[in-house]
């Protein structure tokens, strides 16, 4: 006769409840009229229609050894490219025929070795199937913080770090945008000077949002206002503390946004309920 260690049997069955638990747990953290918040892992999820999005903007993990709560972002090199495929894939699929991709990625990095992530990125962009308009420079001016300079004042060993990033402009089938209200709501001169391929404003304090990487709000709300309509669909598949979302709000569009930290998910909610207050009265 076999006995059964009641213990173990215990634990094992503690184990499998949290994890139906997690599983059953709803993916929808947040949700009001022109706005979603899904906790979820973004390769994974089926909580957004295949070909409904409009515009995606978003910055992904760099894999500079930034201390999220949910995410390794010092993988090798290799499994950051095999991880960069299969989210950019799934951008791909959930977006519309004339939708838009504003990916903000670093020109290169030199933490743990020399990488062109800007071009690696495009490349990988390409070959899924989007095609490539632009790369709009954004000049965020820090190079002041850098300290990793080479050898010092020799030709031996030096190190040449630009300051500025990418936002690499792509598009699934077409470019012209006939789809969708057709309402702009962008003024002259915001199109006179975001149509120049620089941009330059600071970056976000990370003490002030509370997250270890936010971008601007600046930057999401030019790419939303100049590469889509009014009534848009805007996704940000690592949704963080929520820029992109907030800004498709204040903007009229309809924001949808991913994490698969449920933290980040309440941060982006909170920053909602303090910096867009007013958007509370349409849920």
Same mark, same amino acid.
């Given at each position: ?6 213990s173990?049997?215990?634990? =094992? ?10 599983? =059953?747990?709803?993916?929808t ?24 999005? #409009? ?34 894939a =799934? ?28 071009? #690696?990125?495009t ?37 040449v ?26 003024a ?47 996704? #940000? ?23 698969? #930290? ?12 303090t ?6 009265? =349409?849920?």
């Amino acid at each position: 006769m076999i006995q059964t260690n009641n213990s173990t049997f215990e634990m =094992k069955r503690s184990l499998q409840y949290d994890e139906d638990m997690i599983r =059953k747990q709803p993916k929808t953290f947040f949700e009001m009229e022109d706005l979603k918040i899904i906790n979820d892992d973004f390769i994974t999820t089926m909580e957004i229609p295949l070909s409904s999005v #409009d515009l995606i903007v978003t910055s992904p993990p760099y894999n500079v050894d930034i201390k999220y709560n949910s995410h390794d972002d010092q993988i090798s090199y290799e499994q950051y490219l095999d991880f960069s495929e299969k989210w950019i894939a =799934k951008c791909f699929k959930l977006a519309s025929d004339t939708g838009r991709f504003c990916l903000n990625i670093p020109l290169d990095k030199n933490k743990n070795g020399q990488q062109s992530v800007g071009a #690696d990125l495009t490349t990988i962009a390409k070959k899924i199937g989007w095609k490539y308009h632009s790369t709009i420079i954004w000049n965020e001016g820090n190079i002041s913080r850098r300290t990793a300079w080479g050898s010092w004042m020799s030709a031996s060993a030096p190190y040449v770090i630009a300051p500025v990033e990418l936002i690499v402009v792509l598009y699934k089938r077409d470019w012209k945008k006939i789809n969708g209200t057709r309402l702009n709501d962008i003024a002259r001169d915001e199109f006179m000077e975001w149509t120049n391929g620089v941009w330059t404003f600071n970056g976000e304090s990370k003490k002030r949002i509370g997250h270890p990487a936010p971008f601007p709000r600046e930057l999401p709300r030019r790419c939303i206002k100049l590469f889509s309509f009014v009534g848009d669909t805007v996704l #940000d598949p690592f949704l963080g503390s929520g820029t992109t979302v907030l800004e498709a709000c204040l903007n009229d569009r309809v924001g949808v946004g991913v994490d698969i #930290d449920r933290k980040y998910c309440a941060l982006a909610k909170q920053r909602i309920e303090t910096e867009a207050a007013q958007l509370l009265l =349409k849920a």
